[in-house]
């Protein structure tokens, strides 16, 4: 059973930064990322990292934001700088499964940026 856990969101002052984890089990994965999603807005990419290390970012966060993973653990890290107030949103981890690329999503972690 696939299981994805995040932790890390909390209540940032603007300009300060947060770490986000996500942890998968039960699977390999292809590719590993996080979404985000403000109230009364659509769920949008922030980052994801390939298996072979390759990674892409959503527009709004490139230069600040930095998403590293570690294959042996099925771990992604989520560096978050220079937070916004435009960032509060709650975070979700995502994962797509190495042969199905069946995807998996996270309970989400709520990151709230004060200005």
């Known amino acids: 059973q696939v299981q994805l856990v995040e932790s890390g969101g909390g209540l940032v002052q603007a300009g300060g930064s947060l770490r986000l984890s996500c942890a998968a089990s039960?699977?390999?994965?292809?590719?590993m990322g996080w979404f985000r999603q403000a109230p009364g807005k659509q769920r949008e990419l922030v980052a994801f990292?390939?298996?072979?290390?390759?990674?892409n970012y959503g527009d709004s966060v490139k230069g600040r934001f930095t998403i590293s993973g570690d294959n042996a653990k099925n771990t992604v890290d989520l560096q978050m700088n220079s937070l916004k107030p435009e960032d509060t949103a709650v975070y979700y981890c995502?994962?797509?499964?190495?042969?199905?690329?069946?995807?998996?999503w996270g309970q989400g972690t709520q990151v709230t940026v004060s200005s």
């Open positions: 039960g699977s390999t994965f292809s590719t």
């Open positions: 995502n994962a797509a499964v190495y042969d199905s690329n069946r995807i998996y």
């Open positions: 990292i390939t298996r072979a290390g390759s990674s």
